[in-house]
C-alpha cells in the first residue's frame, strides 16, 4: 500500500487567512500524529489521534489551531487567521500501536 | 535544558570514515527512534528500539537504558549518507515523539 500522503504539498496564503491542511495515514494505522518543523529547527508534535480515544491537544500552539480525524482514516489540522510565525512544514505520522511511525512528505506553508 | 540532546550538531567526514551520532535523554521512555531527513526531503525512520542493539546495512544503532543513552553508527560512509540524523523519544506506548535537534552530516567524496 501506499505511504502516508499529505496536501497541498506548498501554501501560500496571507496574512489572516485560514488554511487546511490534510493527512492520509496509511490504512489500518490507529495512531495519526501532526508534527512541525520551522526553518532551522527541530521537530515539536501538534496532536495526536490514536482511535476514537480523545485527540492530545498539548502541543497545540495557540487556539487558532485546530484538527480533526475521521474514524481511523483522513486528518484535517485547521490554522484561523494565519500569522508570518506560522510558516513552517507540516509533517504527519501514522502508526499501529507501539509500531514505527511513517511520515508523510510535509506540507510547506509560507504565510506573507 | 531539552529531554532529548544530540551531539555533535554539525559533523563532516571523509567517504568511508567510521561516523558515530550520539543522544542522550533526561526522561523514562518506552522506546527511541533514529530518523533520517535528507534536504528538500521527507523523514525516514531508521531504527526503533528499546533495548541492546539493532543492525541495518551500514548503519547500528545501540542504546543503554541505565546511561540513557543511545549511539547511531555509520560504518563505510558515503556521500549519500548526507543527511539530518534525528533522536527522538517516546516516553510510553502510542505516545508523540520527543525530539533532538538533529545531527547534520556531510559526507566528502
Known amino acids: 500500500g501506499a505511504g502516508v500522503s499529505q496536501s497541498p504539498s506548498n501554501k501560500v496564503t496571507e496574512k489572516g487567512k485560514d488554511v487546511e491542511l490534510r493527512c492520509d495515514p496509511i490504512s489500518g494505522h490507529t495512531a495519526l500524529y501532526w508534527y512541525r518543523q520551522r526553518l532551522g529547527q527541530g521537530l515539536e508534535f501538534l496532536i495526536y489521534?490514536?482511535?476514537?480515544?480523545?485527540?492530545?491537544k498539548s502541543g497545540l500552539p495557540s487556539d487558532r489551531f485546530s484538527a480533526e480525524r475521521t474514524g481511523e482514516s483522513v486528518s484535517t489540522l485547521t490554522i484561523q487567521r494565519t500569522q508570518q510565525e506560522d510558516s513552517a512544514v507540516y509533517l504527519c505520522?501514522?502508526?499501529?500501536?507501539?509500531?514505527?511511525?511513517?511520515f508523510g512528505p510535509g506540507t510547506r506553508l509560507l504565510v506573507l | 535544558k531539552n529531554e532529548v540532546e544530540q551531539s555533535p550538531q554539525n559533523l563532516t567526514a571523509q567517504e568511508g570514515e567510521f561516523i558515530t551520532i550520539n543522544c542522550s535523554y533526561s526522561v523514562g521512555i518506552s522506546a527511541l527512534h533514529w530518523l533520517q531527513q535528507h534536504p528538500g526531503g521527507g523523514i525516514v525512520s531508521l531504527f526503533m528500539l528499546s533495548s541492546g542493539k539493532k543492525k541495518h546495512g551500514r548503519l547500528i544503532a545501540t542504546i543503554n537504558i541505565q546511561e540513557k543513552h543511545s549511539s547511531l553508527h555509520i560504518t563505510a560512509s558515503h556521500p549519500r549518507d548526507s543527511a539530518v540524523y534525528i533522536c527522538?523519544?517516546?516516553?510510553?506506548?502510542?505516545?508523540?515523539?520527543?525530539f533532538g535537534k538533529g545531527t547534520r552530516l556531510s559526507v566528502i567524496a
Open positions: 505520522a501514522s502508526s499501529y500501536p507501539h509500531e514505527t511511525q511513517y
Open positions: 527522538a523519544v517516546s516516553r510510553s506506548g502510542n505516545t508523540p515523539l520527543v
Open positions: 489521534f490514536q482511535g476514537n480515544s480523545a485527540p492530545d
